[in-house]
C-alpha cells in the first residue's frame, strides 16, 4: 500500500445479495491510488460499478471484501457511527440534485457539517461565510435554494462541502441539472479549487465534463478498464 495516497483500494470487491441464489458483482477487484491534489474523474457505463465505487470511497457503503485505506487509516471494516465521522471531516460530497433544505438560507446550509461537527455557532457563522465567498455567492447568503439559480444552488453545495476543509471532494454528476453555460461555470470552479490544492474525485457519464479532470479512470463490468492521465485538454472553455 501506498501511504502517500489519500484514498488507497486494494483488491476490493462488492457483491449484492439480492435474495435467493442471485448475487451481483458490482466490483470484482479494484485497485487504485488517488494521491493529494490530483483531479480524477471516475466513468462508465451504467451497470459498470462507478457508482458503487463512489459510495465505497465517500464512505457511504463498505466492500464486500479487499482494504480499503483513507489517509492511511483502514476504513474497510469500520462501523456506520465510524464512517459517519470520516465521512463528516474528511470528505465534502457534491451532488447532482444539490441536497440543499428548502427553508433555510444559504448560510444555514453551508454550516450543516460544522453543526454535526460541534463547532461554535460564532465560529460556523464565520466558517460559512468564508465557503460562500470563495464560490462568489458572498451576497446570497440569506437566500433561499428558491431564490437562487440552479448554478447558485451547486455554489452554495460545494461551499457545504469545503467548509470542513475536507481531504478529498467527492461529485456526482455535479452539472446533471445544470443548463451548458451554467454546467461550464462550475466545472472551472472545480478548476480553481484544484489548483488551490484540493483533492476532487468526479463522477460521470459525460465525456466533455470528464476531460476537464487531469486523470481518467474508465470502468466496465465491475473492474478497471482504463487508468489514464489527460495531458492535453481537448476541450477549451469559453
Excluded at 61 to 77: A, H, M, Q, R
Excluded at 79 to 91: C, F, G, S, V, W
Excluded at 134 to 163: C, F, I, M, Y
Aim: charged fraction near 25%; include cysteine; glycine fraction near 8%.
Amino acid at each position: 500500500m501506498n501511504n502517500s495516497a489519500v484514498i488507497s483500494l486494494k483488491q476490493i470487491k462488492k457483491i449484492y445479495d439480492m435474495g435467493g441464489a442471485e448475487e451481483v458483482q458490482a466490483l470484482r477487484g479494484v485497485s487504485l491510488d488517488i494521491h493529494k491534489n490530483e483531479y480524477v474523474a471516475i466513468m462508465g457505463p451504467s451497470g459498470s460499478g462507478k457508482s458503487t465505487l463512489m459510495n465505497i470511497i465517500g464512505c457511504l457503503d463498505t466492500p464486500t471484501s479487499g482494504l480499503y485505506e483513507f489517509n492511511g487509516i483502514n476504513v474497510s471494516e469500520m462501523n456506520d457511527n465510524q464512517l459517519a465521522k470520516i465521512r463528516n471531516k474528511e470528505i465534502g460530497f457534491v451532488f447532482q440534485t444539490f441536497n440543499l433544505l428548502a427553508r433555510s438560507n444559504a448560510l444555514h446550509n453551508v454550516e450543516l457539517p460544522l453543526i454535526y461537527a460541534g463547532v461554535s455557532s460564532t465560529d460556523r457563522k464565520r466558517l460559512a461565510h468564508e465557503a460562500l465567498d470563495h464560490v462568489g455567492l458572498g451576497d446570497r447568503v440569506h437566500h433561499k435554494p428558491n431564490e437562487l439559480s440552479g448554478g447558485q444552488r451547486q455554489r452554495v453545495a460545494v461551499a457545504r462541502a469545503l467548509v470542513n476543509k475536507p481531504s478529498i471532494l467527492l461529485a456526482d454528476e455535479p452539472t446533471g441539472n445544470l443548463d451548458t453555460k451554467t454546467g461550464d461555470e462550475i466545472m472551472v470552479l472545480f478548476e480553481e479549487l484544484h489548483s488551490e490544492g484540493n483533492t476532487i474525485i468526479l463522477v460521470t457519464h459525460e465525456e466533455y465534463i470528464a476531460e476537464h479532470a487531469h486523470r481518467i479512470i474508465r470502468l466496465r463490468d465491475g473492474m478497471i478498464e482504463v487508468d489514464e492521465m489527460v495531458n492535453n485538454r481537448k476541450r477549451v472553455l469559453a
